[in-house]
């Protein structure tokens, strides 16, 4: 439990420092500008960039392993999202949130740092492919369900552009792109180039857990909406069983790329559903909610799950043998 500890409490501890520097400090919203830009735009698209470049090619196409992990979080999405649908009755954009809420960890803020601290570089190329992909996942199913609600009239031509920039302009993705074309062509940036890639690399992980701290500073807690009854457990607890169920049973992995996708599936719900819930004015205050119970309650459940994964309760592949 020692070497747990000494993994979950850097991770955690950073979200408590930035969540306790914000109450403390109390700064308004608007200052968080900056960090959020560096961290979006620079810092974590280094990271990726760095860590694919570096990845032999033949890694980097695994695509049952791709299609494998979208599959699974994409049933989560669609089950959350018809639960809402038919037990709330719950309207297409609010359900569609709801789904998004249960299916879409925080892969982007706390992804790197508890993976790569976790099961060290081993863990980069799952953590990439599966921050790429599922980011393309979202960017596509948020957008078209929205269209699909009948609240905006939008030519389908008009979507597929809205969509395509979402994904191919996204500074994530960008680095992804380019990360895999280095590694293709085997490019190596100059030596002071690379160095400062590795710096901003490094401070990408920090800076983003301590962001998150923040955020949930910002939106404190008005009340508990009934929809986290059942978005909680298929947040925390369905998705990580299910994808480990899924990577199990269809292909026959690395070990930590079973735990590394596991893990980030186990993640809490991410900030960007906060901002989705934004950009449309649906279940806003309750997308904050969602994401401030959901990380809290992930300090258990992310410290159990490290714990079986790191003691061999937790086989990496359940149907060997």
């Given at each position: 439990?020692?070497e747990?500890?000494?993994?979950?409490?850097p991770?955690?501890?950073?979200?408590?420092?930035?969540?306790?520097?914000?109450?403390?400090?109390?700064?308004?919203?608007?200052?968080?500008?900056?960090?959020?830009?560096?961290?979006?735009?620079?810092?974590?698209?280094c990271?990726?960039?760095?860590?694919?470049?570096?990845t032999?090619?033949?890694?980097?196409?695994?695509?049952?392993?791709?299609?494998?992990?979208v599959?699974t979080?994409?049933?989560?999405?669609?089950?959350?999202?018809?639960?809402?649908?038919?037990?709330?009755k719950?309207?297409?954009?609010?359900?569609?949130?709801?789904?998004?809420?249960?299916a879409?960890?925080?892969?982007g803020?706390?992804?790197?740092?508890?993976a790569?601290?976790?099961?060290?570089?081993a863990?980069?190329?799952?953590?990439?492919?599966?921050?790429?992909?599922?980011?393309?996942?979202?960017?596509?199913?948020?957008?078209?369900?929205?269209?699909?609600?009948?609240?905006?009239e939008?030519?389908?031509?008009?979507?597929?552009g809205?969509?395509?920039?979402?994904?191919?302009?996204?500074?994530?993705?960008?680095?992804?792109?380019?990360?895999?074309a280095?590694?293709i062509?085997?490019f190596?940036?100059?030596?002071?180039?690379?160095?400062?890639?590795?710096?901003?690399?490094?401070?990408?992980?920090?800076?983003?857990?301590?962001?998150?701290?923040v955020?949930?500073?910002?939106?404190?807690?008005?009340?508990?909406?009934?929809?986290?009854?059942?978005?909680?457990?298929?947040?925390?607890?369905?998705?990580?069983?299910?994808?480990?169920?899924?990577?199990?049973?269809?292909?026959?992995?690395?070990?930590?790329?079973?735990?590394?996708?596991?893990?980030?599936?186990a993640?809490?719900?991410?900030?960007?559903?906060?901002?989705?819930?934004?950009?449309?004015g649906?279940w806003?205050?309750?997308?904050?909610?969602?994401?401030?119970?959901?990380?809290?309650?992930?300090?258990?459940?992310?410290?159990?799950?490290?714990?079986?994964?790191?003691?061999?309760?937790?086989?990496?592949?359940?149907?060997v043998?």
């Open positions: 439990m020692a747990i500890a000494g993994l979950v409490f991770l955690f501890g950073l979200i408590l420092l930035g969540y306790l520097t914000a109450r403390i400090t109390k700064q308004p919203a608007e200052a968080m500008g900056w960090l959020n830009t560096f961290i979006i735009y620079v810092a974590l698209p990271l990726f960039f760095k860590l694919l470049s570096k032999p090619i033949e890694k980097l196409t695994s695509w049952e392993f791709i299609t494998t992990n599959s979080t994409f049933v989560i999405f669609l089950i959350v999202y018809a639960i809402a649908r038919l037990l709330v719950a309207t297409t954009p609010e359900a569609t949130i709801q789904g998004l809420a249960g879409y960890g925080n892969i803020y706390m992804g790197p740092g508890i790569l601290l976790t099961f060290g570089e863990a980069a190329v799952p953590l990439a492919l599966i921050f790429c992909f599922e980011n393309v996942l979202h960017f596509i199913v948020a957008p078209t369900m929205m269209a699909l609600s009948g609240g905006k939008r030519h389908v031509a008009a979507l597929l809205q969509i395509a920039k979402k994904v191919f302009l996204h500074p994530f993705i960008i680095a992804t792109i380019v990360g895999v280095a590694a062509i085997e190596t940036p100059p030596t002071p180039i690379e160095r400062l890639i590795d710096y901003l690399a490094q401070a990408a992980a920090p800076c983003a857990l301590f962001a998150m701290g955020t949930l500073a910002l939106r404190p807690l008005k009340r508990v909406p009934v929809e986290l009854t059942f978005i909680i457990p298929f947040n925390l607890v369905v998705h990580p069983v299910l994808m480990y169920l899924s990577l199990s049973w269809f292909g026959d992995f690395d070990p930590i790329w079973v735990y590394t996708a596991v893990l980030l599936a993640l809490p719900t991410a900030t960007n559903v906060f901002v989705i819930a934004q950009q449309y649906v806003v205050e309750r997308a904050s909610a969602t994401i401030l119970l959901t990380t809290m309650l992930s300090v258990l459940t992310v410290t159990l799950l490290l714990y079986a994964m790191t003691t061999g309760l937790m086989p990496a592949d359940l149907f043998g």
